[in-house]
């Protein structure tokens, strides 16, 4: 079948900046599994499946506005270190997620003080031109269950 929404569909993707230079992959690993039309990938790249089967490879090519945004220049945030998720101890450099108005935020450290740590709001990927090789594995309909949850559950999905 076709991707289009309430699908449930699994992909292998490498993705590259626009030097050319890989910055992740899912080869070699589990394909990224995702619900069609619940916006849980990036708008372009799901745009860009929609009508796709299994076996079909693309290439797509998303600006920074399309992707993780444009590099911001008022982007330091000062933030009680226990705000931090993703680790124990913090040294700059590391990426952490917090808390923000606006839901969860990734974030990189700059810098680690006593109790508050400096970070960097923008994107690790904010500013970049991104391409994603896409290799389509498998598309089926959710279940009833999946789209009430608007989640995948299973393989590649949540398991509880
Ligand atoms: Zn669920």
């Known amino acids: 079948m076709q991707i289009t929404d309430n699908c449930v569909t699994r992909f292998h993707y490498t993705l590259k900046d626009d030097k050319g230079a890989q910055l992740e992959s899912s080869k070699g690993g589990e394909p990224m599994t995702y619900l069609h039309g619940h916006d849980s990938l990036l708008k372009g790249l799901e745009a ?34 226990s705000q931090l998720q993703g680790a124990k101890k913090w040294e700059p450099g ?5 808390h923000t108005a606006h839901g969860h935020q990734q974030v990189t450290v700059l810098k680690v003080g006593h109790t508050m740590a400096t970070v960097d709001t923008n994107h690790p990927m904010a500013g970049k031109t991104l391409t ?3 290799e389509v594995v498998e598309v089926r309909e959710a279940s009833e269950v999946e789209l009430s949850h ?5 393989a590649g999905g949540h398991h509880h």
Not at 94 to 98: E, F, N, P
Not at 150 to 154: F, L, P, R, Y
């Open 48 to 81: 860009a499946l929609v009508g796709k089967q299994p076996g079909d490879a693309f290439t797509v090519t998303l600006s920074p506005e399309h992707a993780f945004g444009e590099l911001r220049s008022e982007n330091e945030l000062r933030v009680p270190i």
């Open 132 to 134: 994603f090789d896409v």
């Open 94 to 98: 590391m990426q952490a997620v917090i």
């Open 150 to 154: 608007g989640h995948v559950h299973g």
